[in-house]
Each structure stands twice: as structure tokens, then as C-alpha cells.
């Protein structure tokens, strides 16, 4: 068998797909977050209700959400260079994987914070709390639960389209399954890569959802 | 002295392609100290009104003033700072449920930028009164209705406010669990001086704790004045259905035996506490049987509705109308 041919390309591999998840994940949810409070405020029944605002938002999460991530990847190759020096490797799919996973972010976080009652919304505005306050110290914390389901679904989905990227030589799980596995007709490889993914993207699931059962005070 | 004045206020809820007008002429002053009583239907305006107090809502017309300051005048701060003098409960709690319960009442006094030791002493204080210390570490959902009121009571109490806002706080909850709060309600209006506005729909707890009221019925106030007074003589339609019974105009549920004579007795509060009924049975020495009884003692009058079946014997009948009609009771045959 060719398991142990080369332990140190899977581990190297797994890496590279933790790093690319885990940044692009991190980075997307500093962008996203404050999208989505800004959709869920400027909406009909939002903090500042602002269409115009909304509208524009809305749209822009919208185009990005619809443009594939292979095209979009391809597309911005000229800024991903600007940003992070390279077109390859698993430090150029940082950019297109946040430019994909922001705007999914920001409806995930809009759609957790209009989970929360408005009832709890007024009573917070009746003690003279600050819309600011109202978001951090309301809307995000009672929407923790849920903010932590949709990112289990978040994370999850990057990993996979970061495995998408190994198509374009970015490194990671998905780089090693194309160039051995589909590339080379070797079987054994391709299929052990995609063992791995899976056990990864579960781990990833379970924590997540985890700690959004333990956190979730409502039970 | 008034410490909150409402005056000539109007408001309209606009729509797609509709206007409606939730609250008009409206004109109400409540005393310092005082429990007030908002009352009337579902709809009828009373949780828009309350929540123009402290500018949940803003006035389509009109102004309020919270200790002669209009609050329609104020900035963005200064309106936060005036609701922080205002304490609001609501009907379902509205409390923060990822929050225990300490948390839950310190909330007001973070966001009010208070020192922590102190917000820490002042949230055990106010829970020791609602009577639910050992409760600091529970969580909204291990509460039941009544527990989850009065953590809502001690956090609107956490900024000291002058006044506080119930909007219909013990609709949610089972006749013990309201007196319960109501009892709480008046023990911080008594012991802390706070001025309590309480909206319902329902008249008992009206007739429990407060002390002047004010009938909301289709946008208006159709009648206010003290509670007793109100009790004793209700003025508007809405107000005699609210006080009289919901049954009024409706088919009270008894049984009535055919061609039974049967009297509705209204008792509209001329009455002082006499045993009507007794006295008639003793009078015409016959008996009755009581098929509906809805009546209340206010102010040591008697409020409401008893409904009577008659003896066949015309005569006795006769003779027991002549002795309702002596004792001034508002009868008729149903
Ligand atoms: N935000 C709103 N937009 C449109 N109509 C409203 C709004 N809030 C209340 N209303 C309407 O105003 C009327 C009074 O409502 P409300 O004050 O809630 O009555 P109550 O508390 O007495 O049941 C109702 O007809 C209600 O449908
Ligand atoms: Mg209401």
C-alpha cells in the first residue's frame, strides 16, 4: 500500500488546509459580522432603518454570493496578488475564499440577530441603552447560539471550497487529491485525502455545534 | 404634583395605503406617588399610549412631559438618560435569556456605565425585595412566569427610576401569580415612592391596586377619574361592560329552566353592603335561587350582576319587584 509513501505530504496537507480555513475564516468573519449588523440595523425593522442603505448592501452580498467560486477565484487574481504578493499556494486562496465566504457571513449574522425577540430589543431601549449597546450587549450576545450553528456551517464550507482551490495549485487536501489522486490515477491517495476531509470537516461540525449547545441558556 | 403630563396627544400608525389612528385627544396627568390605571380593550390604544411615555413611540401630535421637561424636545442622550428614569415591565418578560439573573438586572446599571461593586450590591439588594436571592445564578428559562416578572421588576427598579411602566405585566400569569406581583407593585410604590402606571385589559387588577384610572376605548379616553368613583358610577358604555361584568352583553352562562321567571339584579354601586337577597327571601317569604352571582365589594359597595330565579306564583313575584323597586335596584327580566 502506499499509505506511509509520503506521511509527511498528508500532514503538510492538512495544515495547509487548517491555515487556509481557519485565516480566510477569521478574516471573513471581521468583514462579515459587521455587514450583518449593518444589514440587520438599516433593515424595515432594524436599529436605523435605512433602505437605501439596506438596498445597496443587499444587493452587493447578493452578487458576490452568486458569482461561483471557481470564477471568482480566477477574477481576482490581480488583487490577490496585490494582497498577499503570490497567485499560488495556500496563501492566495485567502482572498478569494473572504471575498466568497464575507458576504454568506454577513446573511448568516443578519439572519441570527432577527432571531432575536424584539420584546428584549425594546426593554433594552426602555433602560436607556445606546443602539451600540443594544448590538453588542443584546443582539450578539443573546444570538451567540446561533451565530456559533451558522459558523460550524460557515467554517465547513470554506474547507470545502479550499480543497476547490488545490484546482489552481493552492495548496492544502484538495491540491494533494488533484495532483496524486486525479492527476496520476492514484486511487488510494485520493480517497485517503477525502477520508481526511471529511474527518476534518466533522470535527469541525461537532465542536462548533458543541459549543453552541453548551452556550445556548434557553434549554 | 403631575410627573408625567400628557397632553393633547395623537398618534397614526401609517401603512401601505392605510391611516389608522391608534390614540387621538389624548390628555392625562399622573401624580407623583400615585398608582395609575390605564384600562380598556384589546386594540384600544393603551400599549401605544404607554409606550409614548418614555418615546418607545414618538407622538404624531401632541407632547409629554416627564417632570415639566417635554421630552419631545430632547436630544438622543437626553432622552436616554430620561428613560433611564422610567422603568418599563412588559407582559412576556423580556428578559435577556442567555443572561442569568443577576446579570439581567446588573444589565441596566452596565450600560449606565455604574461602578461594579456597587452595580453587584445594588442588583442583590433589589433581588433580596422581589425575594429571589437565591435565584442570582438561574437562568431566564428556569423561571417560572411570576419568577421572571419580578427579575423584570428588579431590573426596571436598578436605576432608581421615579416611575414605572407595566404594560400588561400579569396578563401572562395565573390569578395567584398577579396578586402576587400586583402586591409587589404596591409595596414599591408604598415603600420606595415610585409612581406606577399599569396597563391591562383587566379590570380586577384595576380594582386591586390603583388608584385613579383612566378607560381607553377606540382610540380615547372616554372616561378617568378616581377608582372608586369610576367603580361606583361608570359614565361610558365601555366603562359600565368592564365593570359590570364582560357578560354583560352576552349570554351569561346559567341555566335557565323554561317559562322560569328569571331577573337580572345590577348592582351599580348605590348600593351599600346589605344582604339584598336575604332581605327580599325574608320580606316576601319565599325563596330564590341564584343561577349567575358577579358581584364585588368596592369601597364597601356593591358592584355587579346577580341573576335570580323567581317562584312561579305571580303574586310573589309581584311583591319581589315591589321590594327591589323599594331598595332602588336596577333589575330586569332575562
Ligand atoms: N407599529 C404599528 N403599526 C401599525 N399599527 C399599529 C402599530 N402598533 C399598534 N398598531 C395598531 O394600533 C392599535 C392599538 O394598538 P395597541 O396600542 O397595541 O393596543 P392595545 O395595547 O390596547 O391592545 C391597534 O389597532 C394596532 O393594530
Ligand atoms: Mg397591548
Known amino acids: 500500500m502506499f499509505l506511509a ?17 481557519f485565516v480566510s475564516s477569521f478574516i471573513s468573519y471581521v468583514i462579515g459580522i459587521p455587514l450583518g449588523v449593518l444589514l440587520y440595523s438599516t433593515a424595515k425593522d432594524g436599529l436605523t432603518p435605512n433602505s437605501a442603505v439596506y438596498n445597496f448592501l443587499s ?13 471568482l477565484l480566477i477574477l481576482i487574481l490581480p488583487i490577490t496578488r496585490v494582497l498577499v504578493g503570490t497567485t499560488i499556494g495556500a496563501k492566495a486562496v485567502i482572498p478569494p475564499l473572504v471575498f466568497s465566504a464575507s458576504p454568506y457571513i454577513a446573511r448568516m449574522v443578519e439572519s441570527s440577530l432577527k432571531e432575536v425577540d424584539l420584546g428584549v430589543i425594546e426593554a433594552a431601549k426602555s433602560m436607556g441603552a445606546t443602539n451600540f449597546q443594544i448590538i453588542t450587549k443584546v443582539l450578539l450576545s443573546e444570538s ?9 456551517i460557515t467554517i465547513t464550507t470554506i474547507l470545502g471550497y479550499s480543497a476547490m482551490a488545490g484546482a489552481v495549485g493552492g495548496g492544502g487536501l484538495g491540491d494533494v487529491a488533484i495532483r496524486y489522486g486525479y492527476y496520476r490515477y492514484n486511487q488510494d491517495i485520493m480517497l485517503i485525502t477525502v477520508v481526511l476531509l471529511v474527518i476534518i470537516v466533522q470535527l469541525i461540525q461537532e465542536l462548533f455545534m458543541g459549543i453552541a449547545r453548551k452556550s445556548d441558556k434557553r434549554l | 404634583m403631575a410627573i408625567i403630563e400628557i397632553k393633547n396627544l395623537k398618534k397614526v400608525f401609517t401603512t401601505k395605503n392605510d391611516k389608522l389612528v391608534a390614540l387621538q385627544d389624548i390628555n392625562i396627568s399622573i401624580e407623583k406617588g400615585e398608582i395609575f390605571g390605564i384600562i380598556g380593550l384589546s386594540g384600544a ?38 428613560r433611564k428614569e422610567i422603568g418599563m415591565i412588559f407582559q412576556n418578560f423580556n428578559l435577556l435569556e442567555q443572561k442569568n439573573v443577576l446579570k439581567n438586572v446588573l444589565f441596566p446599571l452596565e450600560i449606565s456605565g455604574a461602578e461594579k ?15 429571589l436571592s437565591d435565584k442570582e445564578k438561574s437562568y431566564p428559562s428556569q423561571l417560572s412566569g411570576g419568577q421572571k416578572q419580578r427579575v423584570a421588576i428588579a431590573r426596571a427598579l436598578a436605576t432608581n427610576p421615579k416611575v414605572l411602566l407595566c404594560d400588561e405585566a400579569t396578563s401572562a400569569l395565573d390569578p395567584k401569580t398577579t396578586n402576587q406581583i400586583l402586591n409587589l407593585l404596591k409595596r414599591i410604590n408604598r415603600e420606595l ?6 396597563i391591562t385589559h383587566q379590570m380586577s387588577v384595576i380594582e386591586n391596586i390603583c388608584d385613579r384610572v383612566a378607560i381607553l376605548d377606540q382610540s380615547r379616553v372616554v372616561e378617568m377619574g378616581a377608582v372608586n368613583e369610576v367603580f361606583k358610577a361608570p359614565k361610558s358604555d365601555i366603562g359600565k361592560k368592564l365593570i359590570f361584568g364582560a357578560t354583560e352583553n352576552k349570554d351569561v352562562d346559567f341555566e335557565k329552566s323554561n317559562n322560569k321567571t328569571c331577573l337580572r339584579l345590577a348592582f351599580d ?7 339584598i337577597i336575604a332581605d327580599m327571601v325574608l320580606t316576601t ?22 341573576i335570580i330565579e323567581l317562584p312561579d306564583d305571580k303574586e310573589i313575584q309581584l311583591k319581589m319587584k315591589q321590594f327591589l323597586d323599594s331598595k332602588n335596584i336596577i333589575y330586569w327580566e332575562v
Open chain 2, 117 to 131: 461593586e456597587t452595580s453587584i450590591k445594588k442588583a442583590k439588594e433589589l433581588l433580596e425585595l422581589v425575594d
Open chain 2, 193 to 198: 415612592g415610585v409612581t406606577v402606571v399599569i
Open chain 1, 59 to 71: 444587493l452587493l452580498v447578493n452578487i458576490f454570493r452568486s458569482i461561483p467560486f471557481l470564477i
Open chain 2, 45 to 82: 390604544g393603551k400599549s401605544t399610549l404607554v409606550r409614548m411615555i418614555n418615546f418607545l413611540e414618538r407622538p404624531t401630535e401632541g407632547d409629554v412631559y416627564f417632570e415639566n421637561k417635554n421630552i419631545g424636545t430632547l436630544n438622543a442622550k437626553e432622552l436616554r438618560n430620561i
Open chain 1, 5 to 21: 509513501i509520503d506521511l509527511s505530504l498528508y500532514i503538510t496537507a492538512i495544515k495547509e488546509t487548517l491555515f487556509m480555513t
Open chain 1, 144 to 152: 451567540k447560539p446561533s451565530l456559533l450553528i451558522g459558523a460550524a
Open chain 2, 285 to 306: 317569604k319565599h325563596s330564590v335561587s341564584i343561577l349567575y352571582a358577579n358581584s364585588r365589594m368596592i369601597d364597601g359597595k356593591m358592584l355587579g350582576q346577580i
Open chain 2, 269 to 275: 354601586g348605590s348600593m351599600t353592603n346589605e344582604p
